[in-house]
């Protein structure tokens, strides 16, 4: 069977997230064979192709002008073009631009046909050891410091596996604020530069890695996938979601009717939930 892309068609296309040795032959036949590639980064993306010999037109397409491009693309499809779309790296709509032509392009009624491949969500979970019959993507926390700590506040009594992206230069205050939400006690691992030379994979709870991260330099640098294991049972949801009630109704309630008010909202016992905000 040819793996010539086909007239009319957007193909969704997989790349690597960081050894290059991961773009699949079909991928790599499909980036050779389309009209053009519609890229995040176009110089990021002509020097993959370069790698591999591949020589197609790059178009620009990016969260800044995705809405405007998508009608003129569908427009090319229409006329018998195959496109292809591609991320800076790993699978294209996850954490990153591309849901919008690709809604639009099967608005038109156009075929659009996944190349699937690398995803660091994916791979980190593949090795991280926890539970993954259930886990949700929560992708980049907010970068304002209380927004991110409202956000994980929120999730604190999510009994799936949790995975979030982050960066660099936030891994330090994230780890804080997780063990600040979570406990420090809770099950996590921390995948750091997967696929790349200085691939790390850490596990442990929360405050053993954040100790960890703080104390050596190297463990900041690169692009992290953050692992926390979901609360244990309902019964421990309940209570994570009591006391962060109680913690918002305490700042205007006495102890007791705010732990009251809080079991009443979260279905907690109470006395699992009074005194927590001291």
Same mark, same amino acid.
């Not at 003129?72 to 849901?99: F, H, K």
């Not at 804080?176 to 406990?183: L, Y």
């Given at each position: 069977?040819?793996?010539?892309?086909?007239?009319?068609?957007?193909?969704?296309?997989? &790349?690597?997230?960081?050894?290059?040795?991961?773009?699949?032959?079909?991928?790599? $036949?499909?980036?050779?064979?389309?009209?053009?590639?519609?890229? $995040? =980064?176009?110089?990021?993306?002509?020097?993959?192709? *370069?790698?591999?010999?591949?020589?197609?037109?790059?178009?620009?397409?990016?969260?800044?002008?995705? =809405?405007?491009?998508?009608?003129?693309? +569908?427009?090319?499809?229409?006329?018998?073009?195959?496109?292809?779309?591609?991320?800076?790296?790993?699978?294209?709509?996850?954490?990153?631009?591309?849901? #919008?032509? +690709? #809604?639009?392009?099967?608005?038109?009624?156009?075929?659009?046909?996944?190349?699937?491949?690398?995803?660091?969500?994916?791979?980190?979970?593949?090795? *991280?050891?926890?539970?993954?019959? #259930?886990?949700?993507?929560? !992708?980049?926390?907010?970068?304002?410091?209380?927004?991110?700590? $409202?956000?994980?506040? *929120?999730?604190?009594?999510?009994?799936?596996?949790?995975?979030?992206?982050?960066?660099?230069?936030?891994?330090? $205050?994230?780890?804080?604020?997780?063990?600040?939400?979570? @406990? !420090?006690?809770?099950?996590?691992?921390?995948?750091? %530069?997967?696929?790349?030379?200085?691939? &790390?994979?850490? =596990? !442990?709870?929360? *405050?053993?890695?954040?100790?960890?991260? @703080?104390?050596?330099?190297?463990?900041?640098?690169?692009?992290?996938?953050?692992?926390?294991?979901?609360?244990?049972?309902?019964?421990?949801?309940?209570?994570? %979601?009591?006391?962060?009630?109680?913690?918002?109704?305490?700042?205007?309630?006495?102890?007791?009717?705010?732990? /009251?008010?809080?079991?009443?909202?979260?279905?907690?016992? #109470? /006395?699992?939930?009074?005194?927590?905000?001291?």
């Amino acid at each position: 069977m040819s793996n010539a892309a086909s007239p009319g068609c957007l193909y969704v296309v997989a &790349t690597p997230i960081g050894n290059l040795a991961d773009l699949s032959p079909r991928a790599q $036949e499909t980036l050779r064979t389309v009209d053009a590639v519609c890229a $995040e =980064d176009t110089r990021h993306s002509r020097q993959l192709l *370069a790698h591999f010999g591949i020589e197609r037109p790059l178009l620009a397409l990016h969260e800044h002008n995705e =809405d405007e491009l998508a009608g003129r693309l +569908v427009a090319r499809m229409q006329a018998g073009e195959s496109l292809a779309v591609v991320s800076d790296a790993g699978t294209p709509l996850v954490s990153d631009p591309g849901y #919008r032509l +690709v #809604r639009a392009a099967r608005q038109a009624g156009l075929k659009v046909s996944p190349v699937p491949g690398p995803s660091a969500l994916i791979a980190a979970l593949s090795v *991280a050891g926890l539970p993954s019959d #259930r886990f949700a993507f929560e !992708g980049f926390l907010p970068a304002k410091a209380s927004a991110r700590r $409202e956000r994980l506040a *929120a999730l604190a009594g999510d009994t799936r596996t949790l995975i979030f992206y982050e960066s660099a230069h936030r891994i330090d $205050e994230m780890l804080a604020d997780a063990v600040a939400a979570f @406990g !420090g006690e809770r099950p996590a691992v921390l995948a750091r %530069e997967l696929t790349k030379l200085f691939e &790390t994979v850490l =596990d !442990g709870s929360l *405050a053993e890695l954040q100790a960890r991260v @703080g104390a050596d330099a190297n463990q900041r640098k690169g692009e992290f996938v953050v692992m926390v294991q979901g609360a244990a049972d309902e019964g421990e949801a309940k209570i994570v %979601e009591g006391r962060r009630v109680y913690a918002l109704l305490g700042a205007h309630l006495p102890p007791s009717t705010a732990a /009251k008010l809080a079991a009443e909202i979260s279905g907690a016992p #109470r /006395k699992a939930l009074y005194g927590q905000s001291g």
